[in-house]
């Protein structure tokens, strides 16, 4: 089924099935934790970037710094992270929210250390105090647009930092007319704009995954139906046997095998007899499951590996059977014959036996021996059948029939028909 749309009216960040979600969730799972620690690693580095403000701020911040976010911060992350690594396949395992709620933990633990050290007394007399707000900034966009978190858990961990940075601006120490609103804008601002681009980001990674989906189906469909379209043009419908262009291409490959391998190649032709008499007297959709029925004896006979059964014409069948000589070819035919008057479909003609019979012609060559070419061996099958008819039919004929008696046909004879 080609996945549905996203969407409804205005953009929804979820699949209208729950299996497409579960896809995009698992299918990107892996490839989501490998970014979450590349980009961690590197937002450890720019974290403790910050170390240089802290320095510029006043030397007791800089010393609360360095034990909140190099020794404590920085141990916790890295400890996070290589645990993360190690176990991967566990994380793996474990739904998708697990390692959102890891991103979102160490987020929040970065914007909790910038407020230990905005907190400190040492801010009390800095002029600093409200511009180290501006630290939040690279914390909020550490989770909504470098680690690009879903976007709930993106606006759960906006939210959660922009409390953060709203306590610190309400109770932390700081001078009387220092910028309060111009940064809380600042900061909001920011919170807001990067969560619209995550908004987007995830919209259209969505829209990327549904195109994808929809192009694998409509591949598997396109695949389907030329299987269907490849097999329907060599079946015939009626019978559902293989038709005469698979008889064709079968027949060029087995003379072509034939003759590599110096094996002999044997053909029956079977045409059921008085069927212009059958049709005429049960009606043409009678004739047709006659035919259906026919068609099925001859296949049920030939089974073995090699063999093959087509629909030749109207109410004639012929089958190619490698590797076999003219005894077993012989063999076969009768098989089929016998099976042809077993289905004891009564034919009530005068001129018939009172069912349903068939003559086979049946030819062999060895293909390697004769400079002569598959149609040959299908002109002999025709001669054969030909006698068949000719010697009073439901009966099997060899090709030709030189020392064959005028009744019984020669079912022991082992040699292949000269060329
Ligand atoms: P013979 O014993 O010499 O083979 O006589 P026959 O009547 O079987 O041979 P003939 O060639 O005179 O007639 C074949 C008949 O097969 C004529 C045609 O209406 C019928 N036939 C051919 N194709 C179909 C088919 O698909 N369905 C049906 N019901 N009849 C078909
Ligand atoms: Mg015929
Ligand atoms: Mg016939």
Not at 16 to 23: A, K, L, Y
Request: hydrophobic content about 50%; some cysteine.
């Amino acid at each position: 089924m080609i996945p549905a749309s996203m969407s409804r009216g205005l953009p929804r960040l979820r699949f209208d099935s729950p299996e497409d979600e579960h896809q995009f969730d698992k299918g990107s799972q892996a490839s989501r934790l490998r970014y979450f620690l590349i980009s961690g690693w590197v937002s450890l580095l720019i974290f403790n970037g910050f170390l240089v403000v802290d320095w510029l701020v006043s030397p007791d911040v800089f010393a609360l710094g360095v034990l909140v976010r190099l020794m404590i911060f920085t141990s916790f992350g890295i400890a996070t992270m290589l645990m993360a690594w190690l176990y991967r396949p566990v994380v793996l395992a474990l739904p998708s929210g697990f390692a959102e709620g890891m991103v979102v933990m160490t987020g929040v633990l970065a914007a909790l250390s910038v407020a230990v050290v905005l907190s400190s007394p040492a801010m009390r007399d800095s002029h600093w105090a409200v511009h180290y707000h501006g630290g939040f900034v690279p914390v909020i966009m550490y989770g909504t647009v470098v680690q690009r978190l879903r976007f709930r858990h993106a606006a759960i961990f906006a939210g959660i930092v922009l409390l953060i940075h709203w306590a610190c601006m309400a109770t932390g120490p700081r001078e009387a007319d220092a910028p309060v609103v111009p940064m809380l804008l600042f900061v909001v601002s920011v919170a807001m704009y990067t969560l619209i681009i995550n908004f987007r980001l995830e919209y259209e990674e969505r829209q990327q995954f549904l195109r994808h989906q929809r192009g694998k189906v409509l591949l598997a469909q396109l695949d389907h139906s030329r299987i269907e379209l490849e097999k329907a043009s060599r079946c015939d419908p009626l019978t559902g046997v293989a038709n005469r262009r698979a008889f064709d291409h079968a027949m060029q490959d087995a003379w072509a095998n034939a003759v590599a391998q110096g094996t002999p190649l044997s053909l029956l032709l079977v045409d059921v007899d008085h069927f212009k008499a059958y049709n005429d007297h049960y009606g043409h959709p009678a004739g047709d499951a006659c035919l259906v029925q026919v068609a099925d004896a001859v296949q049920r006979c030939l089974r073995r590996p090699g063999d093959l059964v087509a629909r030749y014409g109207g109410e004639e069948f012929i089958a190619v059977l490698n590797r076999a000589p003219l005894a077993q070819a012989l063999a076969a035919a009768e098989r089929v014959r016998e099976a042809i008057e077993a289905l004891d479909l009564p034919h009530e003609a005068p001129i018939t036996y009172g069912r349903v019979t068939a003559s086979i012609g049946v030819a062999t060559l060895l293909p390697a021996e004769c400079q002569t070419s598959a149609e040959r061996l299908i002109a002999l099958a025709d001669e054969a059948l030909y006698q068949a008819k000719n010697r009073g039919r439901n009966r099997v004929w060899p090709a030709p029939a030189p020392t064959a008696p005028s009744s019984d046909p020669p079912l022991s004879n082992e040699s292949a028909a000269p060329c």
